[in-house]
C-alpha cells in the first residue's frame, strides 16, 4: 500500500489527492472556471467517478485546452444535493487554510504553533500562495466555520476562506489565473485525522447568535432558528466590517474574492451588498442618535 510519504515522493495526482482525502462514495463539488470567458461550471459526483479516466480527461481538456482553473470541495455533500450550500454539507472532513500573504512564515507559524496540529497536506497554489489542509472529524459545521475563522485571524489567512462549502484547487492542474501558468502541486505529510479537541485557538461560540440578532431581529431560541444564508452572512460580515472602519472598496474585493466561485457577476453582487450594509449601518447610527438624544 503506498504511504503518505511516497505519494509525497512521486508526486500528488488529482486521482491520488481526491481518493486520498475522501471515500470513493463521498459526493463532491468540482468546479471549473474559465476567467476570460467569465464562464463558471460545477459539476457533483462521487469521488469515484471524478477519478475515472473519462472525468480526468475532460478536466485535463478544459485545463489544458480551455485555459480553466479546477476546483475541488473540501467536505462531502449529502446524496440529495443538487448544489453547494451550508445546508448541502453532509459532514465535516477538513479544515484549511489559505495563505496569500507572507505564505512560507505563515506556514512555520502554523508548524510550530501549538495550538493546530501539524498539517495533513500542503498545497502551492502559485508562486508564493499556499493552501494548509487538515483531515478532521467530529466537527458540527459551526464549530468547523468558527474554527477556520479563527486560524485565518491567527496565522494570517484569507478571511474569505472560512466557510464549509470552500472550494480548493485541485493538485495537479495548471494554475491559469496569471499570465505565467502555474502547476499545482501538494505535498502530503502524514495521514492522521483529528478532532476539535486538537484545535485550541479561541473561538468566539457568540458569533453566530450575534449576526443573527443583527440581521433577522430573531427571538427564537437557538435550538430552533435557521441557518443564515450565505447572502445573509456576506451581509453581516460587510456590515461588521465597515463599522470597524474597514474601506469599503476593501470589504468588496473581499467578498467578490469570496464568492467569486458561486456568482456570475461577483463584484457586483459584493457593491450591491456593501452599499446595502452601509445603507443600515447609517440607520442603526441614526437610530442610536435618536435613541440618546430622547
Known sequence: MTTPKDEAKHGVTP?????WLFELSDR???LVRNRERGETAQRIATAGNITSDS????LRFKNEKQSADIYVGMNPLKPEARARTKEDIHSIRHLYLDLDH??????AAVEQSNLVPQPNVV?????????IVWRVEGFPQEQAEATLRAMARKFGGDPATTDSTRVLRLPGFV??????PFTVTAEIRNDKRHTPHDFRLRTDPAELDQRLTRTTGSRQSSSTRQPLSQSEHDWAYAKRSLAKGVPAEEVIRQIAAFRAHDKHNPEDYARRTVSKARTQLTHDTKEGDLSRDN
Do not use: C, H, M, P
Open 175 to 180: 494554475n491559469r489565473k496569471y499570465d505565467s
Open 28 to 30: 463532491l463539488a468540482v
Open 123 to 131: 498545497i502551492a497554489t502559485s508562486v508564493g500562495k499556499l493552501q
Open 55 to 58: 472525468f480526468q480527461q475532460w
Open 102 to 107: 507572507d505564505a512560507e512564515r505563515s506556514l
Open 15 to 19: 486521482v491520488v489527492y481526491v481518493r
